[in-house]
C-alpha cells in the first residue's frame, strides 16, 4: 500500500498552492509562474490520490462489516456485494497513483530542439542523418507538433553534415529524449556496385528548450564574434558581417549561427541553442551525480553510447537499451512506426523507476 501520509502531504500541498494562487501571498510574476505549474502538475495527482483512498477506505469498511458478529444482515449482505468490487478496482488505482508519484522529469513537458549530425561513414553517414531529419519530421506532424529548422549545413551529395530543429509541443521532450545517442545504419548504398553492406552513423541530441526564468545567464560570461558568413547557408550573406558566434566562457560552449541575412536574427537563434546547451549540460551533472548507479539504463541520454541500429538488408531495427527488435524498418524510418518505440522505451522507463520506488 502507498503510504497514507505521503498522498495527505501532497493534498496539503495543493491546498497551499491554492491559496497562494488565489491571493493568499504576494507574488512577483516569476514565483506565480512557477506555483501555477506545480498547481497544475499536482491537480491530476491529487484527484487520482482521492479516488484511491476513498476507494481504500470503502474497502476497509466493508470488510469491518463482514466481521463484526453484531452487524445488521441487510448491511453484510451488502457488503458482500460491494468489497469484490472495490477490491478489483484497487489494484489498477494503485498502481496509477504509483507511477504520478514517480520522480518526474522536470523538463518533461517541454519542447525540445534536436541536433543531428553525421557521423563516421562519409557521404552516406551524411544521407543517413537526413533520413533521421525526415524521420522525425514526420513523427512529429503525427504528434500535431510544430517542427522548424534552427540552422542546418549540408552536405555535397545530399544530407546534412548537421542540422538543429526546434520541435514546439506539449510533452516533446518526454518523448524524444529517448532519441539522444548514437544511431547506426546498415545497407548497400546505390554508389555500391559488389552490393557491399556499408555501416556508417549519426548522433541525436535532444535538448529541453528552456525558458528564460529556466536559467540566467551572466554576460560578462559571454564571448560574441560577428563575422563575415560563408560556405553552404551563408552564400547569400557574404557579403556583409552577419555571422554570428557565442562562448560561453565557464563551460567553454560554443555555438555559432550564419543561417539568416540579419546578423540580429542570427544572433537570437544562437542565444536560444547556447541556453538550451548549457541548461543540458548543467542537468547532465545533476542527473549524474544522482543517479550514477543508473548509467547506461532508458532515459539517460548518453549520446557516447550506441542506442539503435537500423539494418535495411534485413528491414530490422534494434534497440539496444531494452533489447528491442523489431522486422518494420519502413514504417518505422518513415516516422509512422516511431511511436511503437518509444511507447517501449517509457514503458521500461517505468517499470526501472517502479522497482526503485518499491524497495
Do not use: C
Not at 171 to 177: D, E, I, L, R, S
Request: charged fraction near 30%.
Amino acid at each position: 500500500m502507498i503510504p497514507r501520509e505521503r498522498l495527505l502531504q501532497l493534498m496539503t500541498r495543493h491546498e497551499e498552492l491554492e491559496h497562494m494562487m488565489s491571493g493568499g501571498e504576494a507574488l512577483s510574476s516569476d514565483e506565480f509562474v512557477k506555483i501555477s505549474r506545480e498547481y497544475a502538475e499536482l491537480t491530476p495527482i491529487v484527484k487520482t490520490a482521492q479516488d484511491y483512498l476513498k476507494i481504500f477506505d470503502d474497502a476497509e469498511e466493508m470488510q469491518e462489516i463482514l466481521e463484526d458478529t453484531a452487524a445488521d444482515a441487510e448491511m453484510k449482505e451488502l457488503a458482500e456485494m460491494e468489497l469484490p468490487e472495490l477490491k478489483k478496482a484497487l489494484p489498477a488505482l494503485e498502481h496509477q497513483v504509483q507511477l504520478m508519484l514517480l520522480p518526474k522529469d522536470v523538463d518533461a513537458d517541454k519542447s525540445a530542439m534536436l541536433e543531428i549530425r553525421a557521423g563516421t561513414g562519409g557521404d552516406e553517414a551524411a544521407l543517413f542523418a537526413g533520413d533521421l531529419y525526415r524521420m522525425y519530421q514526420k513523427y512529429a506532424q503525427l504528434q500535431g507538433w510544430r517542427y522548424e529548422v534552427v540552422s542546418m549545413s549540408e552536405s555535397d551529395a545530399g544530407g546534412f553534415k548537421e542540422v538543429i530543429v526546434s520541435v514546439a509541443g506539449k510533452g516533446v521532450f518526454a518523448k524524444m529524449k529517448f532519441e539522444s545517442g548514437g544511431h547506426r545504419v546498415q545497407r548497400v548504398p546505390d554508389t555500391e556496385t559488389q552490393g557491399r553492406i556499408h555501416t556508417s552513423a549519426a548522433t541525436v541530441a535532444v535538448l529541453p528548450e528552456v525558458e528564460e526564468i529556466d536559467i540566467k545567464l551572466d554576460p560578462k560570461d559571454l564571448r560574441i564574434d560577428i563575422f563575415r558568413a560563408s560556405g553552404p547557408g551563408g552564400q547569400s550573406v557574404n557579403t556583409t558581417d552577419s555571422a554570428v558566434r557565442i562562448v560561453h566562457i565557464p563551460t567553454g560552449i560554443t555555438v555559432q549561427q550564419q543561417d539568416e541575412k540579419s546578423q540580429l536574427k542570427n544572433k537570437t537563434k544562437a542565444m536560444k541553442v547556447l541556453m538550451n546547451r548549457i541548461y543540458a549540460h548543467e542537468k547532465a551533472i545533476i542527473d549524474e551525480e544522482r543517479s550514477a548507479d543508473r548509467k547506461g539504463q532508458v532515459g539517460t541520454g548518453d549520446r557516447s553510447g550506441r542506442i539503435r541500429t537500423y539494418n535495411f538488408p534485413q528491414g530490422r531495427m534494434t534497440d539496444h537499451r531494452i533489447n528491442l527488435t523489431l522486422y518494420k524498418l519502413d514504417q518505422i524510418i518513415a516516422g509512422e512506426g516511431l511511436e511503437e518505440v518509444i511507447t517501449a522505451l517509457i514503458t521500461q522507463e517505468q517499470a526501472d523507476l517502479l522497482a526503485e520506488f518499491n524497495m
